[in-house]
């Protein structure tokens, strides 16, 4: 019994040690949330980038509206501080917030058949789970938009959207949380803005005019391994890698698609 009893306090105390150095050595940007970074995947792959990354404060909103707003996708250092966002979306608080409360999930495919509503915290569960190279777009269910502003809005209001709008558009969120691997394919629609909180995600973007060669029932991940390596030169995508404090900017109209390399948090400001 008391041998029992020394063990129980031992591992606590070693959990404890553990807590405080975790504390320690994490920052607010690399700390991950409590997200698990593990896919079962190798994707260490950011692939190069070929989108413009400037720092905000060497871009002013007029030099956006004029270089970017109408033209081509750029990528912002330190437009938005989304430091408290953030904070509020670690892994422990939303599943203590939001742990009981539905999410509606879509396919991930082109045209998002499917909606199927889950307790928040069943799809926390479920999506920590690596899916198999060959799933089908079609049976991937995807945390991201259709999100219920009432029940989420104290999260929301803390939200501070990139600051460089489009003129006579507002803004609407789409707020999502995806397992490495995931992605969607290939689509397009208006203007607007994607930030990750937490994890990377990768960009692959095309104009209105050049569309991309891709099965709208396949995963991205199945398009970046199998139809992306044999793309020729002049069929390249535009493309990057974007982390927390970055804000990808995708003009009207664009082709694109997204590939989380981390399990990622993320919201998008769609400029309507
Ligand atoms: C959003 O949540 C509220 C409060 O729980 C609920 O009454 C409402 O039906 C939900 N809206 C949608 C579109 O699910
Ligand atoms: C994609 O999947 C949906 C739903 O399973 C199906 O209805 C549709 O026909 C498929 N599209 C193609 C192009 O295979």
Redesign the pocket.
């Known amino acids: 019994m008391e041998y029992r009893f020394a063990l129980t306090i031992c591992v606590q105390l070693m959990l404890l040690w553990r807590a405080q150095k975790a504390a320690k050595s994490s920052t607010a940007v690399d700390d991950g949330g409590g997200w698990s970074l593990y896919s079962g995947y190798n994707l260490d792959d950011e692939g190069p980038c070929s989108i413009d990354v400037l720092d905000s404060s060497s871009l002013s909103h007029r030099q956006f509206l004029e270089q970017y707003a109408y033209t081509k996708p750029v990528i912002l250092r330190g437009l938005t501080d989304n430091t408290k966002f953030r904070l509020l979306c670690s892994k422990s608080n939303l599943l203590e917030v939001y742990g009981n409360q539905r999410v509606r999930l879509s396919?991930a495919?082109t045209?998002s058949?499917?909606k199927v509503d889950v307790p928040f915290q069943e799809y926390v569960d479920l999506l920590l789970r690596p899916q198999p190279l060959d799933t089908?777009g079609?049976d991937t269910l995807y945390f991201f938009g259709d999100n219920n502003f009432t029940e989420w809005h104290t999260l929301f209001d803390q939200y501070r959207a990139p600051s460089y709008v489009l003129p006579r558009t507002t803004g609407a969120y789409s707020f999502g949380i995806a397992g490495p691997g995931t992605g969607v394919p290939f689509h397009w629609h208006g203007p607007g803005y994607s930030e990750v909180i937490y994890g990377r995600k990768r960009w692959f973007l095309y104009p209105p005019d050049q569309d991309p060669h891709f099965?709208?029932?396949r995963t991205t991940l199945s398009w970046v391994t199998e139809i992306y390596p044999n793309l020729m030169e002049e069929e390249a995508p535009l493309e990057c890698t974007i982390r927390p404090g970055e804000v990808l900017y995708f003009p009207d109209r664009w082709w694109h698609a997204t590939l989380n390399l981390d399990t990622s948090v993320f919201i998008s400001t769609f400029l309507g």
């Open positions: 396919t495919n045209y058949y499917r089908l079609s099965h709208p029932n």
